[in-house]
């Protein structure tokens, strides 16, 4: 394969390489681009997120202030909050939007803020950005995975892959590759942050999962022992303990700390939506005393089922054909305990999925806040998952993809190339 001046080498077909190859293309279509794939079909994954539907970007609008301007985005990307403050300032939600708009993908934004196709039908996605690298003349090469990689002064880098006798030359390297790890950057000395998972639910011990597995309560706080992270949203029981957004998020936040515990610790979650004890007593009191005569099995908060209600009800020892009205302030205490800070025991986790999401790659103190180019091996960009960037689930790590894949894009062809 002879390449070697005015070449772009893309190494990876996921979400932020096959968009970062039809920008350079747009840009200048002189432009020499090539996409490796090591696997056998370029963007897999997309074709898989959303369950399927491709949950590609978020309204963001839990995430920008009244001047319009995003804010708490350490929420939405745990790490990596400030250069994505930085890649959203140049290429928004609003941006991937009108972008996919403009290719003719119809577009929904949910009640949650998740943006999906109407057609709510990923391949879509993954066929709107196949079609244009091939309208766009970017090759595409599948099978190649790339072994190592080494910088030749003042000509670029030469790239050795699995089937090929001789090194490729190329002067730009694009690194997309996902799952944090890229074994053949090692040759370059390029600090890398250990790869962990990011996005996964967790097996809860000694909890009547079986019993109450599908159930869900629509509004929990969710938060792990010994820190100070908690995050809001549904959670659902499973066969094999708790999943949901709170969790998943949860997991996000904690994906470094609940790795150095080996995944186990204590999981405390407020099913009232966090709100306080004080609060939570005082509706209790008056759901019991408006329904002093009945079985209290059968008078339970509307953001619980009954089953979920009867659990608890076990838990707190309080007998199941208790009569509201004649509870004591022993059961009234420990209903109102469970309610707002029940303790559950995390003994592992769980992938979520087909979207596993891990935290590290390549650190961004290596890279240009601006370009993604690296520090030091000029030349050399990375972009998506290769990097340490990584999000919660709601469509906020495709579009991290978009706009990193949009930033290296445009530095390489405003750079003169």
């Known amino acids: 394969m002879k390449m070697g001046k005015n070449t772009v080498s893309i190494i990876g077909a996921g979400a932020a390489g096959c968009f970062c190859a039809i920008e350079l293309k747009r840009r200048n279509p002189q432009m020499q681009v090539h996409v490796f794939e090591r696997g056998t079909k370029p963007l ?12 590609l970007t978020n309204s963001f609008a839990d995430f920008i202030d009244n001047n319009g301007r995003y804010k708490d985005l350490n929420l939405a990307y745990p790490r990596g909050d400030k250069l994505m403050r930085k890649m959203l ?4 939600h609003e941006d991937t939007m009108e972008w996919f708009e403009n290719e003719g993908v119809r577009l929904v934004t949910q009640d949650d803020e998740c943006v999906f196709p109407q057609s709510q039908d990923a391949m879509e996605i993954v066929n709107t950005l196949v079609r244009l690298m091939r309208y766009h003349g970017v090759e595409l090469h599948l099978g190649k995975k790339l072994e190592d990689i080494e910088e030749v002064d003042e000509m670029g880098y030469n790239l050795f892959f699995n089937d090929e006798e001789l090194p490729v030359l190329s002067e730009y390297v694009v690194v997309t590759t996902g799952g944090g790890k890229a074994p053949f950057l090692k040759s370059l000395n390029i600090k890398m942050v250990e790869a962990l998972p990011s996005l996964f639910t967790f097996n809860i ?7 109450l597995m599908g159930t869900v309560v629509e509004d929990c706080v ?3 022992g010994g820190t100070k992270l908690k995050a809001r949203g549904p959670l659902l029981w499973t066969h094999w303990g708790v999943s949901g957004p709170a969790i998943l998020k949860l997991s996000s936040y904690a994906a470094r700390i609940l790795a150095e515990r080996n995944y186990e610790g204590t999981l405390t979650v407020n099913w009232c939506g966090g709100r ?3 609060e939570v007593r005082h509706d209790l009191m008056q759901l019991m005393t408006a329904n002093a005569g009945k079985n209290i099995a059968n008078v339970y908060p509307t ?10 009800l076990m838990q707190c020892a309080i007998p199941l054909t208790q009569r509201c009205g004649a509870l004591n302030a022993t059961h009234v205490n420990r ?21 596993f999401v891990t935290c590290g790659g390549v650190a961004l103190t290596e890279l240009s806040a601006k370009t993604l180019e690296h520090k030091v091996h000029k030349g050399l960009y990375f972009a998506g998952e290769a990097t340490d960037v990584d999000a919660i689930t709601g469509g906020f790590n495709l579009q991290a993809a978009w706009s990193m894949g949009y930033a290296v894009a445009k530095a390489l062809t405003e750079g003169g190339f």
Not at 47 to 55: I, K, P
Not at 89 to 92: V, W
Not at 335 to 355: F, M, P, W
Request: proline fraction near 2%.
């Open 89 to 92: 300032g140049d290429f928004s």
């Open 303 to 312: 953001l619980l089922t009954q089953k979920h209600w009867t659990q608890m």
């Open 335 to 355: 209903l109102v305990s469970i309610l707002t800070a029940q303790q559950l025991a995390i003994s592992g986790r769980c992938h979520y999925k087909e979207e």
């Open 205 to 211: 011990k000694g909890a009547p999962c079986q019993e």
């Open 276 to 278: 306080h004890e004080e």
């Open 222 to 224: 969710a938060g792990l």
């Open 44 to 55: 897999a994954k997309v074709a898989v997120t959303g369950g399927g539907r491709c949950n």
